[in-house]
């Protein structure tokens, strides 16, 4: 069992920053790839970065590529999602989760999820 808990949301101008934190807890934690999700209301779940296990590859999705940033400490356990030039159509839940498999972002892959962080993005 794996066990992951987001933190960091809020509200937050846009062109502002957002860290989000998921720290992961549970059983060889370290062989998980962790993903972020978000999901805005109205809109499918949209998968938009993870994290590899074992080299530490990271895939964005187009829609965020350029502007956030994963990384992980496994020493913490935490994986990382740093937010920049944000807008409003990045507003959304975000969810951490986790996978045995590394390098994919398909949420069917994903056993373990957290409870989500709201993120808010408006003037």
């Known amino acids: 069992q794996v066990q992951l808990v987001e933190s960091g949301g809020g509200l937050v101008q846009p062109g502002g920053s957002l860290r989000l934190s998921c720290v992961v807890s549970?059983?060889?934690?370290?062989?998980?790839?962790i993903g972020w999700f978000r999901q805005a209301p109205g809109k499918e779940r949209e998968g938009i970065s993870n994290i590899a296990s074992n080299d530490g590859r990271a895939y964005y999705a187009e829609s965020v590529k350029g502007r956030f940033t994963i990384s992980r400490d496994n020493a913490k356990n935490i994986v990382y999602l740093q937010m920049n030039s944000v807008t409003p159509e990045d507003t959304g839940i975000y969810y951490c989760?986790?996978?045995?498999?590394?390098?994919?972002?398909?949420?069917?892959?994903?056993?373990?999820w957290g409870q989500g962080t709201q993120v808010t993005v408006s003037s």
């Open positions: 549970g059983d060889t934690s370290d062989y998980y790839a």
């Open positions: 989760a986790a996978s045995i498999v590394d390098y994919v972002m398909e949420a069917t892959h994903y056993d373990y």
